[in-house]
C-alpha cells in the first residue's frame, strides 16, 4: 500500500512539472563562433575552408555515434570557378526509428557584395553570423548529446557550398543542401530544422514564410514553445519567403523542413548581412543561447513536438 501512495504521489507531482532538460551552454556556443572566424574567411578554396573542415570534423568524432562524409564538386556562381565541397553528418542513435535532421551551413560568402562600399566588393565576409552562428550552435549540441542520450535519432548536418549563389539564381546558392536532398546519405528523415544567422545581437526571428508552408505544424510547435520558455527571439509574426537550405530538403527529397533564420541584421535599418561588417562583434552568446536552448527543448522535450 505504501508504494502506491508514493508512486500516485510522483504522478501528481509531475502532471504539473517541466521535464529537466540539458543545460545549452552559449559561451561554449560562442567560443565555437569565435574560433570558426579565427580561422578567417571560409568560402569553399580558402585556407580557412580546409581549416574550418579539420575543426567540425575533429570536434564531433569525438561527441558522436557515426560521422558521414559526403563529398561532392560544384561550380561557384558568383566567382565562376569550380570547387569541391563537404557535407558532414554527425549522428547520434542512428538506428533509432525517428530521425531528425538539424542543419547549418559552414561555408562562407566569398565576396562582400552587399557592403556599403565598393572598394569591399571583392573581399570575403568573415560571417559571423552567415555561417559560423548556426555551425556554432550544432558544435555545442554535439556536445550536449554526448552528455546526455536522447531517445531519438540526431543528424546534425553541416553542410557546404550555401553562400557562392548569384542573386535571381536561387539554385546556385545551397549546392551543399541541394546534393544532400538528391544523393540522401542517410534514410528516413521526419523533420528537418536549419538554423541560419542566428547570432544576431538584435536577434529577432520572425517565421520564415516558406518553413510556414513546408511544415507549419512544427513552425507553430516551436514558436508556441519558445512563448513558454520566454525565448523573446521568436517573434509570432511571418516575414518574408528566404531561399535557403530547407527548400532543396523539401523539394528534392521531400523531408518537411524549416527554417530559423533573423535575415535583418542587425535590423531594418542598417544591414551587416554579404557585407565586411559580419563580425563576432555583432553577435552575441545570448542570441545563440536563445536558439540553442529552444533546440534542446525539442530533442529532449518531445511530448510538445510529437503529433497529436
Ligand atoms: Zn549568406
Same mark, same amino acid.
Given at each position: 500500500m505504501r508504494l502506491i501512495i508514493i508512486v500516485f504521489i510522483i504522478c501528481i507531482t509531475n502532471l504539473g512539472c517541466e521535464t529537466v532538460v540539458p543545460i545549452f551552454n552559449e @559561451?561554449?556556443?560562442?567560443?565555437? *563562433? *569565435?574560433? @570558426?572566424? &579565427?580561422? %578567417? $574567411?571560409?568560402? $569553399?578554396?580558402s585556407d580557412g575552408h580546409i581549416k574550418t573542415k579539420k575543426y567540425i570534423l575533429d570536434f564531433v568524432q569525438e561527441l558522436v555515434d557515426t560521422v558521414i562524409v559526403q563529398d561532392f564538386s560544384f561550380k561557384s556562381a558568383l566567382e565562376n570557378k569550380n570547387h569541391n565541397g563537404t557535407n558532414i553528418i554527425a549522428r547520434v542513435n542512428p538506428t533509432s526509428n525517428t530521425q531528425i535532421l538539424i542543419g547549418a551551413h559552414w561555408d562562407t560568402r566569398p565576396l562582400a557584395d552587399q557592403d556599403e562600399d565598393s572598394r569591399n566588393y571583392e573581399k570575403p565576409i568573415l560571417g559571423a553570423n552567415d555561417g559560423a552562428s548556426g555551425v556554432a550552435v550544432l558544435l555545442e549540441l554535439a556536445d550536449v548529446l554526448n552528455d546526455n542520450r536522447p531517445n531519438i535519432g540526431i543528424n546534425l548536418v553541416f553542410f557546404?557550398? &550555401?553562400?557562392?549563389?548569384?542573386? %535571381? &539564381?536561387? &539554385?546556385?546558392?545551397? @549546392? %551543399?543542401?541541394?546534393?544532400?536532398?538528391?544523393? *540522401? $546519405?542517410?534514410?528516413n528523415i521526419k523533420e528537418a530544422i536549419i538554423l541560419d544567422m542566428v547570432g544576431d545581437k538584435q536577434l529577432s526571428l520572425p517565421i520564415e514564410r516558406n518553413s510556414l508552408n513546408f511544415h507549419g505544424q512544427l513552425i507553430r510547435k516551436l514558436w508556441d514553445r519558445a512563448k513558454t520558455l520566454k525565448l523573446d527571439a521568436f517573434k509570432g509574426v511571418v516575414g518574408p519567403s528566404i531561399y535557403d537550405d530547407h527548400v532543396p530538403l523539401y523539394q528534392y527529397a521531400g523531408i518537411p523542413s524549416i527554417d530559423i533564420i533573423d535575415f535583418r541584421y542587425p535590423n531594418a535599418f542598417t544591414n551587416y548581412w554579404h557585407t565586411v561588417e559580419d563580425i563576432p562583434e555583432n553577435c552575441s552568446p545570448e542570441s545563440l543561447g536563445q536558439v540553442g536552448r529552444l533546440m534542446v527543448d525539442y530533442i529532449f522535450n518531445r511530448k510538445f513536438y510529437n503529433d497529436n
Open positions: @559561451q561554449k556556443a560562442f567560443n565555437h *563562433l *569565435l574560433a @570558426q572566424c &579565427e580561422f %578567417g $574567411p571560409r568560402n $569553399p578554396g557546404d557550398a &550555401e553562400d557562392s549563389g548569384v542573386s %535571381g &539564381e536561387d &539554385e546556385s546558392y545551397c @549546392q %551543399g543542401s541541394i546534393y544532400f536532398a538528391k544523393n *540522401l $546519405p542517410i534514410k
